[in-house]
C-alpha cells in the first residue's frame, strides 16, 4: 500500500481537490492506497475539509495538530501515522504534478527505496523567493556534501527509510537532506514545479530564514568549523602587525594614536561577539533537545486507523 503524506496549513479550498484528484488517479491506476492530511493547526477551515474527504471515501485520513508546527514536524506526523509500504511527501497546493507520484511508485516496485523529487525549474514564487532559495542550497549543498539546489520534501520512500528516520532520537530534522543522509538505493524523477492551484504560499523572509538558520545548525557544525579558520587568519593578521609595531616603536617613530587602537577594539570585539553568538545558537540546540520535548502534539483525528 502507498501512503500519500499531505501537510496542509490553511489550505481549505485545497483540500478537497488533492482528495479527489489523488484518489481518482489511484483508482485509475489500481494503486492501493491512503491519504493522510496533516493539519498543521490551520485558521481556517482545512480540518472540517478533511473530515468532509474523509467521510466521502476510505482511504482519506486526518490528524489535525494543536497548533502550528511548521511542515517538518507535520511531515514526520504523517511518517508516523503511514501504515503503507511505502510513502510520499506531496504539497497540498498541487505544485507537485499527481502523475509523477505513479512514475515514482513505479520505481520503487523496480526496487528503488528513495525516490527523489528533483524540480527541473523553479516554478511561480518571487525573484526575492527564488534568490533566496538558491542563496539556501547553495550554502547547504556545501556543508551537507550533497547537490541540493533542486530538491524538494517530494520524495517517495520505502518502510524501511520510513522506519529509520523515525528511530531518529532529534527534534530539529530536515526531511530534505535527511533522505540523502540516511543512504539507501535511490534514484530520482525530475519534475516541474506547477503554479499553486488555490491560495498564496505560507513563506515569508522571515519564517524563510529561521527555517534556513535552523537547518543549517541542525545539520552541520561548519559555521563552528568557520570560526577557528576566521580565528587562525585574524591571529596572523595580528602576529604581523605586532611585529610591525614593535619594529617601528625601536626605530622610534611608533604608530601613530587612539585610531588604531580602536578600530583593532572593534575588529576584536565584533568577531568576538558574532563568534559567541554562533556558538550560543549550537547551544540553543543542544538546550532544546534536551528538553526533549515532542515534534509535535496531535488534537484530533479523523479516518480509520
Ligand atoms: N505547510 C505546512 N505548515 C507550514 C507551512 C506550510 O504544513 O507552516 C504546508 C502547506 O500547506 C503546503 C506545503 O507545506 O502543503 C508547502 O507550502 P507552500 O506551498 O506554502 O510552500 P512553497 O510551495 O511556496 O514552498
Ligand atoms: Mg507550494
Do not use: H
Not at 37 to 50: A, C, H, Q, R
Amino acid at each position: 500500500m502507498l501512503s500519500v503524506i499531505i501537510p496542509a496549513y490553511n489550505e481549505e479550498q485545497n483540500i478537497a481537490l488533492a482528495a479527489e484528484t489523488l484518489t481518482g488517479l489511484f483508482e485509475s491506476e489500481n494503486i492501493s492506497n491512503e491519504i493522510i492530511f496533516v493539519d498543521d493547526g490551520s485558521k481556517d477551515k482545512t480540518y472540517l475539509e478533511i473530515c468532509r474527504a474523509a467521510e466521502k471515501s476510505d482511504n482519506v485520513k486526518g490528524v489535525s495538530f494543536s497548533r502550528n508546527f511548521g511542515k517538518e514536524s507535520a511531515i514526520f506526523a504523517g511518517l508516523e501515522e503511514a501504515s503503507g509500504d511505502c510513502a510520499v511527501v506531496f504539497d497540498c497546493d498541487l505544485q507537485f504534478p499527481p502523475v509523477k507520484i505513479i512514475e515514482m511508485y513505479r520505481l520503487w516496485e523496480k526496487g528503488y527505496e528513495v525516490i527523489e523529487g528533483v524540480k527541473s525549474d523553479r516554478g511561480g514564487g518571487s525573484l526575492m523567493y527564488n534568490m533566496f532559495a538558491k542563496t539556501f542550497y547553495k550554502i547547504m549543498s556545501r556543508f551537507v556534501g550533497v547537490d541540493m539546489q533542486s530538491t524538494s520534501d517530494f520524495k517517495l520512500i520505502d518502510r524501511k527509510v520510513i522506519d529509520a528516520l523515525l528511530s531518529l532520537p532529534e527534534r530539529n530534522t530536515f526531511f530534505r537532506a535527511l533522505s540523502f543522509w540516511s543512504g539507501f538505493n535511490s534514484t530520482q524523477v525530475e519534475f516541474k514545479v506547477e503554479k499553486r492551484a488555490n491560495g498564496t504560499s505560507k513563506w515569508n523572509l522571515t519564517k524563510l530564514t529561521k527555517y534556513a538558520v535552523s537547518n543549517i545548525t541542525s545539520f552541520t557544525t561548519a559555521p563552528l568549523q568557520l570560526i577557528t579558520v576566521i580565528g587562525s587568519i585574524l591571529l596572523c593578521f595580528m602576529a604581523i602587525l605586532a611585529v610591525q609595531t614593535l619594529a617601528r616603536y625601536l626605530c622610534g617613530s611608533s604608530a601613530e594614536g587612539f585610531t588604531t587602537v580602536i578600530l583593532l577594539l572593534l575588529l576584536i570585539g565584533g568577531s568576538l561577539m558574532l563568534a559567541l553568538g554562533v556558538i550560543g545558537y549550537y547551544i540553543a540546540r543542544i538546550y532544546e533537545e534536551v528538553k526533549g520535548r515532542p515534534r509535535y502534539i496531535v488534537s484530533r483525528r479523523v479516518g480509520k486507523k
